[in-house]
Structure formats: structure tokens, C-alpha cells
């Protein structure tokens, strides 16, 4: 079994930066696809960004284009989200996402096989 757990959420004011982590634990092979998705209350769930492992080829949505960077440390396969310029369309939780499945979907929140529970992100005009 897999876990993932976020952390570096918080409340920030328009304009700032915030780096997001995600740690998996339990059983951690193959996973070929890591993605950030958010989803603010009252709305679907969105892919932000997605890494696929073996390659390290990015995706990003075009709302976080030029603002956000996936990236992932090989050693410990964590997962990271740097987030800059920031604002306040940005407040969602934030969710981490990994799946062994091959898919030319990695936005698509049904493409993911384990979620982490989320960390919530504000941003205040």
C-alpha cells in the first residue's frame, strides 16, 4: 500500500510564493506519472502540473503556466510544487497524486490510482 502526505500550505498575499511537498511512503515502485491537482470549494478537481518519473517530461496546466514548477527529488521521490506569483484564483486545496498506469491523460484526476489527503493554500488579494 501507498501513502502520500502534503505539506507547506498556508496564506499568502497576491504576489507571493509557497513551495508545496508531497512524501510517498509504504510500497513506492513504479510510480511513472506524479501529479498536483486543487480543487476549490464548489468546483471539479483540476490537474495543475504532472511529472512522469522515468522521463522527467512536465505538463502544466495553462492557468499556472511560467508560475509553477513541478519537480521531484529521485532520491527520497519526493515531490515538490513551487508556486510563484500567486493569486487569489489560486486559493484550493491542493492534492497529490501518483498512479503506475501508463496514460496520455496526466491532468486527468481520473488517471491517478493514490491521493494524499490535501493541504490547503490561501491567497489574499
Known amino acids: 500500500q501507498m501513502q502520500l502526505v502534503e505539506s507547506g500550505g498556508g496564506s499568502v498575499q497576491a504576489g507571493g510564493s509557497l513551495r508545496l511537498s508531497c512524501t510517498p511512503s509504504?510500497?513506492?515502485?513504479?510510480?511513472?506519472?506524479m501529479g498536483w491537482f486543487r480543487q476549490a470549494p464548489g468546483k471539479e478537481r483540476e490537474g495543475v502540473a504532472a511529472?512522469?518519473?522515468?522521463?522527467?517530461?512536465?505538463v502544466y496546466a495553462d492557468s499556472v503556466q511560467g508560475r509553477f514548477t513541478i519537480s521531484q527529488d529521485v532520491a527520497n521521490k519526493t515531490l515538490y510544487l513551487q508556486m510563484i506569483s500567486l493569486k487569489p484564483e489560486d486559493t484550493a486545496m491542493y492534492f497529490c497524486?501518483?498512479?503506475?498506469?501508463?496514460?496520455?491523460?496526466?491532468?486527468?484526476?481520473?488517471?491517478?490510482?493514490?491521493w494524499g489527503q490535501g493541504t490547503q493554500v490561501t491567497v489574499s488579494s
Open positions: 509504504g510500497y513506492t515502485y513504479n510510480m511513472y506519472l
Open positions: 497524486a501518483t498512479t503506475w498506469k501508463s496514460t496520455s491523460y496526466p491532468l486527468k484526476a481520473a488517471s491517478y490510482n493514490y
Open positions: 511529472i512522469y518519473t522515468d522521463s522527467g517530461r512536465t
